[in-house]
């Protein structure tokens, strides 16, 4: 998890050597060094999740405190198993800028994306590089329909911020 104003991913922009790491093999220590080189308007926290161990695991409390330099919320977590699809939240805005509260509650539903890093299609192909990477893009219906109901494309995850 990230506070700040910085971008953890951008859909069309491409993955950064860390946000690969935890893409494809769920690794957060290279992001995490990427992400600490900014500490001036960051406040990195771990919060590694049993994943596998515990797949159906519905939440996670992990107390973060927000200010005026760290308004933001970012996350990423691997989609696992897969062959570099990731989900999470880049920018979640933890304060309305109308009115300069800090909102009660936020509700996000966090798409699945393809970081553009390896050739894999599938939730258990084998490693298949891209012979160049290609920009992280939102898995797309007709793709791969397992992130899909009728068509449309659904959320892998509702991540929630509460205001305490």
């Known amino acids: 998890m990230v506070l700040g104003t910085c971008t953890i991913f951008k859909a069309g922009g491409m993955a950064s050597d860390g946000v690969e790491a935890v893409a494809e093999m769920g690794a957060a220590p290279t992001l995490i060094d990427e992400l600490m080189m900014n500490t001036a308007n960051l406040d990195v926290k771990h919060a590694p999740l049993a994943g596998l161990f515990a797949p159906w695991m519905t939440e996670l409390m992990a107390p973060i405190k927000a200010d005026t330099m760290h308004d933001h919320l970012g996350l990423a977590t ?3 198993p897969s062959p570099d699809w990731f989900t999470g939240a880049s920018m979640i805005e933890l304060c309305d800028k109308e009115t300069g509260e800090w909102k009660d509650e936020i509700m996000y539903e966090a798409m699945a994306y393809d970081a553009g890093t390896d050739a894999g299609m599938t939730f258990t ?10 920009p992280i893009s939102m898995i797309a219906c007709g793709e791969f329909d397992a992130f899909c109901d009728s068509g449309d494309m659904m959320p892998v995850a509702t991540i929630t911020v509460t205001k305490m």
């Open 78 to 80: 691997m989609i696992a």
């Open 125 to 134: 192909a084998e490693d298949m590089m891209e012979e160049s990477a290609k």
